[in-house]
């Protein structure tokens, strides 16, 4: 019983910059990590960045540097700073939870992906 809403993909110039969110909303007890995922055309869904219940971060080399994942868990979110933004960021981007319900239950649950692309 948990949905995530993603919001925040487009059409945006190389070097520029968007912004990605993510709102989980349900019954949720805690989240253990969020995450973002891309998927481009003919490839497979890769990791772009995540961040656990405590703060940790980790990132794809390819956007070290140009993206910064941030989360407020008070409103269960999280965010996605995407600057610099280059041809081969074009993809779907797709917001991942791992949720554990009031139960203790743990479920990975995924937005409806936003797509962003990159182009002149």
């Known amino acids: 019983q948990v949905q995530l809403v993603e919001s925040g993909g487009g059409l945006v110039q190389p070097g520029g910059s968007l912004r990605l969110s993510c709102a989980a909303s349900g019954s949720i007890f805690s989240i253990d990590a969020m995450g973002w995922y891309r998927q481009a055309p003919g490839k497979q869904r890769e990791l772009v960045a995540t961040i656990t219940s405590r703060g940790s971060t980790n990132y794809a080399d390819s956007v070290k540097g140009r993206f910064t994942i941030s989360r407020d868990n008070a409103k269960n979110s999280v965010y996605l700073q995407m600057n610099s933004l280059k041809p081969e960021d074009t993809a779907v981007y797709y917001c991942?939870?791992?949720?554990?319900?009031?139960?203790?239950?743990?479920?990975?649950?995924w937005g409806q992906g936003t797509q962003v692309t990159v182009s002149s």
């Open positions: 991942n939870a791992r949720v554990r319900d009031y139960g203790m239950r743990r479920y990975d649950y």
